[in-house]
């Protein structure tokens, strides 16, 4: 089984920062592509920044340039520099992982149980 934890969220004001992290842990061969989706309230879930675990990135364009994926590898960990927030950013962040269980195997998807991000004033 793989189980990703996640911590870091919580009430910024707008502008402010939070870093979330994601920590997977279990019993696995490889983890491949790690990132984080998020869900306002009525809204359908969307990407919001992904790295492979050769360092490539992705973002949404909504959060380009005040948005950081980044990922420790040995510590099986991907995290999200979130700056310049916006009243818009809030929602419940998801971490996910693409995760090769087996040598060979077709890499399943693994998520955390969410972290809610509210920016208000």
């Known amino acids: 089984q793989v189980q990703l934890v996640e911590s870091g969220g919580g009430l910024v004001q707008p502008g402010g920062s939070l870093r979330l992290s994601c920590a997977a842990s279990?019993?696995?061969?490889?983890?491949?592509?790690m990132g984080w989706y998020r869900q306002a309230t009525g809204k359908q879930r969307e990407l919001v920044a992904a790295v492979t675990s050769g360092g490539s990135t992705n973002y949404a364009d909504s959060v380009k340039g005040r948005f950081t994926v980044s990922r420790d590898n040995a510590k099986n960990t991907v995290y999200l520099q979130m700056d310049s927030l916006k009243p818009e950013d809030t929602a419940v962040y998801y971490c996910y992982a693409d995760v090769g269980i087996d040598r060979g195997s077709i890499p399943d998807d693994y998520w955390g149980q969410g972290t809610q991000v509210t920016v208000s004033s």
């Open positions: 279990g019993s696995f061969f490889s983890i491949y592509a």
